[in-house]
């Protein structure tokens, strides 16, 4: 086994060895619930289908997803034992993707734990499980991009409440990138490719046809490469602070 | 071996490590004497490849630091400052995995757990989580990781801080029981820890190297190096004391005689290179003086530490 799949192993248990594990799971599942039922209206929509579920992930994720991944590094930094990981054999990209790693399978669990969701559609109606299949699989990719975000934003600091608010606003930036609240501030200088580029980043306007179950391939690689640059990044970030 | 030339760090403005050449052989156990801040922690997290060096090198066995992080840790094993540890993990479960990581896998890496649970007397704790640990036991932990592995080059920052008398004399016991062909480099501000353990002794402040030698080496430039105490017991006369301190202070080998309590305790100072003490216990026994006291310093340590660490800062 690799030392990144042993860090994660750790780090994984890491999670259940405190209430961390259980108070998120629950959160999570709590306000997908109140999400799906309350605002998405899903009874009253009338359709065996998961969008007034999934179209809320990534508001769920803006808050939950921080929480998550503010630990991530500025913890180990603020109790010392960076030092003894970083000293380890291990390469920074190993460490990096271990902890990320780590992380993501938790959110994966935390949604898989929505599976009683799944069942009532399937109860109620006849829904296309493949399209469900695929939207669980966008929204954990989804999910990675905001992790590898956070990781990064977590590395910046020793302090977890700067790296939480930190990621939250990074997140917020690219949740409604598409959005006039992030275009308007660019559209007036910046040139047009920069602006679409900007614009082609936003989560909400990827994930909404992730959510419908329109799955395009770009979409998914989208969230792929997002999370592979901001780990990236994170790497970066740790090697400047440890030659800082 | 370790190779460290030039090896400077400075963080923002400040120069925590202003350039310091050394080499550390096989067998060698090096301690690394300093006041706090002076660069000791810093030369020690350049060397495990914690923090990256702004000028100068690392050489650990052949491997550059910089160059092959990697292949340099595999041979170190390290005690950071104040020995971190994931403090919601278990003591076994700690060092499995610390073991896991350096590729020590299945009935090997549980013989090794079991070998440092036992040297390091965890037998007790092995189920207990980290966080609810004695300082003390945190240390030893620290010291089990590091040792896991049976690593060519230990590393060792403040390893006996935190234990009380018997845990030091343990931790001392386990690093002069090493095999001689292990390189250890231990930073301590206790100066007889020096003593007890360490062949050499490096003192460094204001991040330069200071001084560079045996502990022996050290003591000698104390001014009390070779020093006779001489202790005039209560049945002779006050007088002999005062006699005493005149005729001591004329010989020859020595440069002052110091008196204390009261007059009955005199320090017979010797003049550099110089042993007063054949003279000195000829002149007691021809003068028939009522001594209940009389021994030979070797120096101390704490003196010339503060010296030539003074000097610096």
């Known amino acids: 086994m690799g030392a990144t799949l042993i860090i994660a192993r750790r780090e994984l248990g890491a999670y259940f060895a405190t209430p961390l594990a259980y108070v998120f799971v629950l959160i999570f599942l709590m306000l997908s619930g109140v999400f799906t039922f309350y605002l998405g209206g899903f009874y009253e929509r009338g359709q065996a289908d998961l969008v007034a579920f999934f179209s809320f992930h990534p508001w769920l994720y803006l808050f939950l997803v921080p929480a998550l991944a503010m630990r991530l590094w ?26 990320f790693l780590a992380a993501w399978l938790f959110t994966g669990l935390a949604l898989a734990l929505t599976f009683p969701l799944w069942i009532t559609v399937n109860v109620l109606g006849s829904p296309d499980n493949g399209v469900i299949l695929a939207s669980y699989a966008g929204s954990w990719l989804m999910a990675a991009g905001f992790l590898a975000i956070g990781s990064c934003m977590s590395a910046l600091t020793r302090n977890q409440v700067i790296a939480f608010i930190l990621t939250v606003v990074v997140c917020f930036l690219f949740v409604l990138s598409g959005f006039p609240l992030v275009l308007d501030a660019v559209s007036g200088w910046a040139p047009r490719v920069l602006v679409d580029a900007i614009a082609s980043m936003s989560f909400l306007t990827r994930f909404n046809a992730v959510a419908r179950g329109v799955i395009g391939l770009q979409d998914l690689l989208f969230f792929v490469a997002l999370a592979g640059v901001w780990l990236a990044a994170t790497t970066v970030v740790i090697e400047l602070k440890q030659a800082d | 071996m370790i190779e460290i030339s030039q090896l400077a760090k400075n963080f923002g403005e400040i120069a925590a490590v202003r350039g310091i050449d050394f080499t550390v052989r096989p067998g060698d156990v090096l301690g690394f004497l300093g006041p706090n801040g002076a660069g000791k922690s810093t030369t020690m997290k350049m060397i495990a490849g914690f923090v990256t060096p702004s000028a100068g090198s690392v050489r650990v066995c052949g491997h550059d630091v910089q160059q092959d992080p990697r292949g340099a840790q595999r041979l170190i094993g390290y005690l950071p400052e104040g020995a971190p540890a994931w403090e919601e993990m278990a003591v076994l479960g ?55 592995h049976d690593p060519r080059v230990l590393i060792l920052d403040e390893p006996t801080d935190g234990l009380d008398p018997n845990q030091k004399h343990q931790v001392r016991e386990l690093i002069r029981g090493l095999s001689g062909d292990k390189i ?38 104390s001014r009390y190096h070779r020093a006779v105490h001489l202790h005039f017991s209560d049945r002779g006369a006050d007088s002999d004391a005062a006699e005493a301190r005149a005729a001591l202070a004329a010989l020859e080998a020595v440069s002052e005689v110091e008196v204390q309590a009261g007059g009955r305790r005199l320090v017979v100072v010797a003049r550099p290179g110089a042993n007063p003490l054949g003279a000195v216990a000829r002149l007691v026994h021809d003068r028939g003086w009522l001594v209940d006291e009389l021994h030979v310093e070797r120096g101390r340590l704490d003196e010339v530490f503060r010296d030539i660490t003074r000097e610096v800062a």
């Open chain 1, 74 to 99: 500025a913890e180990e930094r603020k109790s010392g034992t960076i030092e003894l990981l970083l000293t380890l054999p291990v390469t920074r990209w190993q460490a990096v993707l271990g902890k």
């Open chain 2, 94 to 148: 700690f060092l499995r995995f610390i073991g896991a990581v350096r590729g020590v896998h299945g009935a090997e890496c549980t013989r090794r757990v079991e070998d440092v649970i036992e040297r390091m007397g965890l037998g007790g704790v092995r189920r207990q989580r980290i966080e609810t640990l004695s300082k003390g036991y945190k240390r030893r932990v620290g010291l089990a990781q590091a040792l896991l």
């Open chain 2, 184 to 221: 250890v480099v231990i930073s301590t501000h206790i100066l007889e820890e020096v003593h007890a353990v360490c062949n050499r002794a490096i003192v460094i402040a204001g991040g330069r190297i200071v001084a560079d030698g045996t502990p022996q080496e050290l003591e000698a430039r």
